[in-house]
């Protein structure tokens, strides 16, 4: 298992919660963003650079990712390529998308979309709280725990 980070709208204090579980779990997390990013020096930590562009960061995520691999993303269809391709996608508030939900959490970002281009104000998401960081790392060690039983 390897874990990939649409590291561009990756809030700081998800990424920390991440590179304590790499060195904790020895997993390997992969960070992917259009823009430079500072991580911190360890084997299970890496950085992936992508040229600007529309998706270009989610286009290579879901080149690389591999059955059992976990993304990192608040980004629907990208989490959708990712279950399709027999990932596991965790949004940073803690949301486990899976073939139960993905396809619901589809629709409701395109009619959010439509009211958006029909220039209605949807406002944006709440502020990262302290409830969207525990149910993160609740249902990050959940994974991790999962996996690293299941290895052994």
């Given at each position: 298992?390897?874990i990939w980070v649409d590291?561009?709208?990756?809030?700081?204090?998800?990424k920390e919660i991440l590179?304590?579980?790499?060195?904790?779990?020895?997993?390997?997390?992969?960070?992917?963003?259009?823009?430079?990013?500072?991580?911190?020096?360890?084997?299970?930590?890496?950085?992936?650079?992508?040229?600007?562009?529309?998706?270009?960061?989610?286009?290579?995520?879901?080149?690389?990712?591999?059955?059992?691999?976990?993304?990192?993303?608040?980004?629907?269809?990208?989490?959708?390529?990712?279950?399709?391709?027999?990932?596991?996608?965790?949004?940073?508030?803690?949301?486990?998308?899976?073939?139960?939900?993905?396809?619901?959490?589809?629709?409701?970002?395109?009619?959010?979309?439509?009211?958006?281009?029909?220039?209605?104000?949807?406002?944006?998401?709440?502020?990262?709280?302290?409830?969207?960081?525990?149910?993160?790392?609740?249902?990050?060690?959940?994974i991790l725990s999962h996996?690293?039983?299941?290895?052994?």
């Amino acid at each position: 298992m390897k874990i990939w980070v649409d590291a561009d709208a990756c809030p700081v204090v998800i990424k920390e919660i991440l590179f304590r579980a790499a060195e904790r779990t020895e997993i390997h997390v992969t960070l992917i963003a259009n823009h430079g990013l500072r991580i911190p020096p360890s084997q299970y930590i890496s950085f992936v650079q992508v040229t600007s562009g529309f998706d270009v960061a989610d286009d290579e995520i879901v080149k690389r990712v591999d059955d059992g691999d976990l993304v990192i993303t608040s980004d629907i269809p990208l989490a959708a390529e990712v279950i399709e391709k027999g990932g596991v996608a965790l949004s940073p508030r803690g949301e486990l998308y899976s073939t139960d939900n993905i396809k619901a959490r589809l629709t409701m970002r395109d009619f959010m979309d439509t009211l958006r281009s029909s220039g209605i104000d949807t406002g944006g998401p709440p502020a990262l709280n302290q409830h969207d960081r525990k149910s993160f790392a609740n249902h990050l060690d959940k994974i991790l725990s999962h996996y690293v039983k299941n290895a052994s």
